[in-house]
């Protein structure tokens, strides 16, 4: 397999894997609609800072050690879990304080990760914290590093075509968003959508601590 031919080829694996809806694309959604884009951008860059990482480490042969220590991928995997966990519950949090708050049905605020740090940060800890990610790494990106090419500049193309792929879909999700934001940033439908989008991050964190290595 050349170059060309394997970049073409994961093209089509993550494209596949970029389109079926999971926890990024609920906080990317969630996000969009509540702190709008610039913060959803944060959130984007940082999932994708966090997949190129996991090129870079998967091709420099670090993470596999993910998949030959367990004790190490345990451990990631519950900080993954702890984490995923923490800013579920947080949402739930905020959709019940909102309740209490008469000003939010004149002018709701924007909500906490409405900092383009802090929005960045979370997308950056929820890929990174994340050990199927580096797994799916560790056994698929060497099937695509044709001979004679160097391995970290090989993962990192690779990488790169799945973050391209990334960011034309999260441009697709935060556009439609930006289409419907005035009646979903309503305080009801806010609350409905914190909820939702918490449980839905437990839900992860809950199945990711009941996956086995």
Request: aromatic share 8%; proline share 5%.
């Amino acid at each position: 397999m050349n170059v060309y031919g394997a970049i073409a080829s994961f093209a089509v694996i993550v494209a596949l894997l970029t389109l079926t809806p999971g926890l990024d694309t609920a906080l990317i959604l969630r996000t969009s609609l509540l702190a709008g884009r610039r913060p959803a951008w944060a959130v984007v860059l940082g999932i994708q800072v966090g997949t190129l990482l996991w090129g870079l480490l998967t091709a420099a042969g670090l993470s596999a050690l993910l998949t030959a220590s367990h004790v190490a991928y345990e451990v990631l995997r519950w900080a993954g879990v702890a984490y995923l966990v923490w800013m579920g519950g947080r949402m739930l949090w905020q959709s019940r304080t909102s309740r209490t708050s008469r000003m939010e049905d004149v002018a709701p605020p924007g909500p906490p990760e409405a900092g383009w740090g802090r929005a960045f940060r979370r997308g950056l800890l929820t890929n990174l914290l994340n050990p199927k990610v580096g797994a799916f790494y560790v056994a698929v990106l060497p099937q695509f590093m044709p001979q004679g090419v160097p391995h970290a500049v090989m993962g990192v193309l690779l990488a790169g075509v799945h973050v391209c792929e990334a960011l034309v879909w999260s441009a697709v999700l935060i556009g439609f968003t930006g289409i419907l934001r005035g009646w979903l940033r309503r305080p009801a439908v806010k609350r409905g959508l914190d909820r939702l989008t918490g449980l839905i991050v437990i839900g992860f964190g809950l199945r990711l601590a009941i996956q086995q290595s």
